[in-house]
């Protein structure tokens, strides 16, 4: 079977330095993929890359089957690709139920003049979004929170507000960039549970500092350093790595 995404060759270099260097990487269907590795490896490029909002110097990207490296980042969502963000990124000044409507609206295909024209098909599109809407609050335990603002929000909660948001435009693939920074070990370990059950919906590729909670969630991972995979394989054989340990732990002198 084809993996759901394949990155071939991929490179990025930003004033000449490679902040990804010939990267290839896949992603199976249904996975949980943790990618792993100091400040500066190329981790969060590398999302940034399959979201457009870096242009790869060299390499290609195929989703489904068909390559998107071309595509501009809307169309990518189009897709099935959706993302978060190490910082967050919510409409602090909306209520929550309305961050989430903003992402179901992708499926909206309704216009200006079908408001007009079509005004009941429209009215039946914006109940549905309300309702897939409310349905994923629920799931990430903001049901009770619909008409809060945003902003006001624990940091804990803007965090699956996010997510949510994201599962609205019904990815394919969601890619989470550190999900659990800024969380207390509680927050963290709760989100290991959310993140098995958003697995259900979409396949995951997370980024994370957090080693207990990557190790206890990932199926498959991989370590990036300088751009470059220096190894990959399930978190028992990455742990036992002298390479990898080497990288976090610094090497012993004799």
Do not use: C, W
Not at 112 to 130: D, I, M, N, Q, V
Not at 224 to 248: H, M, S
């Amino acid at each position: 079977m084809a993996p759901l995404l394949e990155a071939k060759g991929v490179s990025v270099y930003f004033g000449g330095v490679a902040a990804l260097a010939d990267l290839s990487m896949t992603i199976d269907k249904g996975e949980i993929l943790g990618v792993i590795g100091p400040n500066g490896s190329g981790k969060t490029t590398f999302i940034n890359v399959l979201t457009k909002m870096y242009v790869a110097n060299e390499g290609t990207i195929d989703f489904k089957g068909e390559r998107i490296d071309h595509l501009p980042p809307h169309q990518i969502t189009d897709k099935g690709i959706a993302r978060t963000f190490q910082n967050l990124r919510i409409f602090k000044n909306l209520s929550v139920l309305d961050n989430v409507i903003i992402g179901a609206h992708r499926h909206i295909r309704t216009n200006f003049f079908s408001l007009f024209l079509r005004p009941g098909h429209h009215l039946s599109e914006e109940r549905k979004a309300r309702r897939q809407a409310m349905e994923l609050l629920e799931l990430m335990g903001l049901s009770r929170k619909v008409h809060e603002l945003a902003k006001n929000l624990p940091y804990g909660e803007q965090r699956r507000l996010e997510m949510a948001r994201a599962l609205a435009t019904e990815p394919d693939l969601l890619l989470l960039d550190e999900p659990t920074a800024g969380m207390n070990p509680g927050e963290s370990m709760a989100m290991i549970d959310l993140l098995r059950t958003v697995n259900q919906r979409a396949t995951l590729l997370i980024i994370e500092h957090n080693m207990k909670m990557i190790m206890n969630l990932a199926q498959r991972l991989v370590v990036l350093n300088a751009g470059q995979i220096i190894f990959e394989g399930t978190p028992i054989q990455v742990q036992k790595n002298e390479r990898v340990q080497e990288i976090y732990l610094g090497k012993e002198e004799t």
